[in-house]
């Protein structure tokens, strides 16, 4: 790895950690797309927003009810940032055989 994309990579790193540590999701939908950017696993936003007591009428969420609201229009940074990582992490599967 060249000095240069080191660089880059750290201060990506700098921001990602920044945008995490300030924000405070308020809503269910925030609160999954921020357990997401950290997760990256749509099945592990599902097993902790369960935990949490989150439902969507009285049932438990689904991997597809948090798919959808990461594929939303985003309404913020972070939104955009889970929605980016969803999609790359989609892409890399389809490649993989999965």
Not at 74 to 85: C, I, L, N, S, V
Request: aromatic letters at 8%; charged letters at 35%.
């Amino acid at each position: 790895m060249l000095v240069e994309e080191a660089k880059k990579q750290i201060e990506y790193l700098r921001e990602y950690i920044r945008k995490i540590e300030n924000y405070t999701p308020t809503t269910m939908e925030e609160e999954a797309v921020y357990l997401y950017v950290q997760l990256e696993s749509v099945t592990k936003v599902v097993q902790e927003l369960n935990k949490k007591g989150y439902r969507i009428g009285k049932r438990k969420l689904t991997t597809v009810d948090i798919s959808n609201i990461i594929r939303g229009k985003p309404k913020d940074e972070m939104h955009e940032m889970a929605k980016r990582m969803f999609t790359k992490n989609r892409k890399r599967g389809k490649f993989c055989g999965v």
